[in-house]
């Protein structure tokens, strides 16, 4: 396993009002971060938050290129970014225990924190597809050029893992500064991480590593 320390090359907020940062995901123009009680656009080149939907945000964001999902407790909310409506919900795999959601291969994937699990399930219906087991905590989760990465926060240890997506195995681990921690993870689909900080009540960029082969 290559390790190595993360390289934090920006940070945004804290944000007046919001206390803490859950999931997270990119549109390609702005990241939608969830704060509880709602969903909120942030201009990554300026670090202003340009809009927000009020609706239940408790954990992992994704974005399918048209639709937001949201985690809130133990269904998953899919939401039209344009108005804020909520058009459909499905279950959660893990019924409340649900950390990250990233979109890719045209399914979801939800990380299970304290089972320390990454599922994919349909984003039609909700049924389970596969599981793969991690060897920490899972919060964010996100995949990027046919990588697997996820963050963890385990006791006094917090950071982002590349995993093998058959076996779980870990490929490469950053880790990051003491003090930090990474709730929501989501790629720009290139050379940057956008991590949520939880109780901070930030988002950090942490960039991506090039040149990884191993599988």
């Known amino acids: ?72 407790e133990s269904r998953i909310q899919k939401i039209d970014p344009q108005t804020g409506e909520v058009l459909a919900t499905i279950p959660a795999p893990g019924g409340g225990g649900d950390s990250g959601l990233t979109w890719a291969e045209g399914t979801l994937w939800v990380g299970q924190y304290r089972e320390r699990k990454i599922h994919q399930v349909d984003p039609e219906t909700g049924a389970l597809l596969r599981t793969i087991e991690c060897n920490r905590f899972v919060t964010g989760v996100t995949w990027v050029n046919g990588e697997l990465w996820h963050g963890t926060w385990e006791g006094e240890e917090t950071g982002l893992q590349r995993i093998d997506p058959h076996t779980g195995k870990v490929l490469e681990r950053l880790d990051m500064p003491a003090g930090t921690i990474v709730s929501g993870l989501e790629s720009d689909g290139d050379e940057r991480f956008f991590c949520g900080g939880a109780t901070s009540g930030t988002i950090r960029t942490v960039r991506r590593p090039k040149g990884s082969t191993e599988r």
């Open 1 to 72: 396993m290559k390790r190595s320390a993360a390289e934090i090359i920006h940070e945004y907020g804290p944000f007046p009002g919001i206390e803490r940062v859950h999931g997270l995901t990119y549109d390609g123009q702005h990241v939608w971060f969830a704060s509880g009680d709602r969903l909120n656009a942030l201009d990554p080149q300026t670090g202003s938050t340009l809009r927000s939907i009020e609706v239940a945000a408790h954990a992992g964001t994704a974005f399918d290129g048209k639709h937001l999902f949201q985690i809130a």
